[in-house]
Nanobody, 121 residues
Framework: QVQLVESGGGLVQAGGSLRLSCAAS????????MGWYRQAPGKQRELVAS???????NYAIFVKGRFTISRVNAKDTVYLQMNSLKPEDTAVYYC???????????????WGQGTQVTVSS
């Protein structure tokens, strides 16, 4: 079993910054993609950013230029640096990973418990 522990959420004023962290532990084989999703009240969960094991990044259009995703493979940890935060960024942010479970490339997804980010105007 794999556990994801997130930290770094909180309350911040518009224009401020927060840094989210997500550390994976347990029976990890080899984590491929790591990413962050978010879900605001009454809305569907949406991808914010993802990063491959090799460091290739992908961002949602609404965070490009403001958020930066990074990872440390040796620590099985992914980060999300969020700058120039806006009230519309308010949501629960979820960590997501795809762990390779065998030599044939099969993967298993895992989700964190979520961390609240609230941006006041």
């Amino acid at each position: 079993q794999v556990q994801l522990v997130e930290s770094g959420g909180g309350l911040v004023q518009a224009g401020g910054s927060l840094r989210l962290s997500c550390a994976a532990s347990g029976s990890i084989y080899a984590i491929n993609d790591m990413g962050w999703y978010r879900q605001a009240p009454g809305k569907q969960r949406e991808l914010v950013a993802s990063i491959s094991r090799g460091g290739t990044t992908n961002y949602a259009i609404f965070v490009k230029g403001r958020f930066t995703i990074s990872r440390v493979n040796a620590k099985d940890t992914v980060y999300l640096q969020m700058n120039s935060l806006k009230p519309e960024d308010t949501a629960v942010y979820y960590c997501h990973i795809r762990d390779r479970i065998d030599l044939w490339g099969n993967e298993k997804p895992y989700w964190g418990q979520g961390t609240q980010v609230t941006v006041s105007s």
